[in-house]
């Protein structure tokens, strides 16, 4: 079965540091893209970052670029999101999601999400 | 404020058929593909429609997609209480060089 599970999400003050991880199984990892999507409380989807298969082309939204890092390490199966200098507007259930077209970008599979709370 | 445009809810009865629109500009739907998901409560968001018009395998035919110069729509028919949800238009933005996503629409089934 094909599936993503994120962790690493808690409770961070502002101005901390999180490291948001991805396990994926069921697929073979190093040939897909992936993205980090969030989702505020009560809000809409936010595209976070990408990553391609290889690693060696990222993208970021402008609200999180110079803080945030994406990385992979294909040999773990494993997708990462370093998030650094957080902001209460960072909080929000983090997805894990992987590209299912590279002229496309769209995203075929999901996880169940990654709770980060930025709050004192 | 989401770079594509959607309507923030629609609502038809059991049966009907309902439209949600999804606007945005030259440097994202106008040139590239647009893709539609569905997302019911407490759960993560499901791939409805992919490449504009294409449905993943499982997706019923009662859900349809197009697209035209800068706007997209996804077309639901035979309308279930089922489908109560928010639906999203998602594409690649050229310019921003990233994802977007429009703000979502909330369909009622009345």
């Known amino acids: 079965e094909v599936q993503l599970v994120e962790s690493g999400g808690n409770l961070v003050q502002p101005g901390g540091s999180l490291r948001l991880s991805c396990a994926a199984s069921g697929f073979t990892f190093s040939n897909y893209e992936m993205h980090w999507v969030r989702q505020a409380p009560g809000k809409g989807l936010e595209w976070v970052s990408y990553?391609?298969?290889?690693?060696?082309?990222?993208y970021y939204a402008d609200s999180v670029k110079g803080r945030f890092t994406i990385s992979r390490d294909n040999a773990k199966n494993s997708l990462y999101l370093q998030m650094n200098s957080l902001r209460a507007e960072d909080t929000a259930l983090y997805y894990c999601?992987?590209?299912?077209?590279?002229?496309?970008?769209?995203?075929?599979?999901w996880g169940k999400g990654t709770a980060v709370t930025v709050s004192s | 404020q989401s770079v594509l445009t959607q309507p923030p809810s629609v609502s038809a009865a059991p049966g009907q058929r309902v439209t949600i629109s999804c606007s945005g500009s030259?440097?994202?739907?106008?040139?590239?593909?647009v893709s539609w998901y569905q997302q019911l409560p407490g759960t993560a968001p499901k791939l409805l429609i992919y490449?504009?018009?294409r449905r993943p395998s499982g997706i019923p035919d009662r859900f349809s997609g197009s697209k035209s110069g800068t706007s997209a729509t996804l077309g639901i028919t035979g309308l279930q209480t089922g489908d109560e949800a928010d639906y999203y238009c998602?594409?690649?933005?050229?310019?921003?060089?990233?994802?977007?996503f429009g703000g979502g629409t909330k369909l009622t089934v009345l």
């Open positions: 998602g594409t690649w933005d050229s310019s921003l060089s990233g994802g977007v």
């Open positions: 030259n440097s994202n739907i106008g040139n590239n593909f």
């Open positions: 990553i391609s298969n290889s690693g060696s082309t990222t």
């Open positions: 490449d504009n018009t």
């Open positions: 999601a992987r590209v299912r077209g590279h002229s496309s970008r769209d995203v075929d599979v």
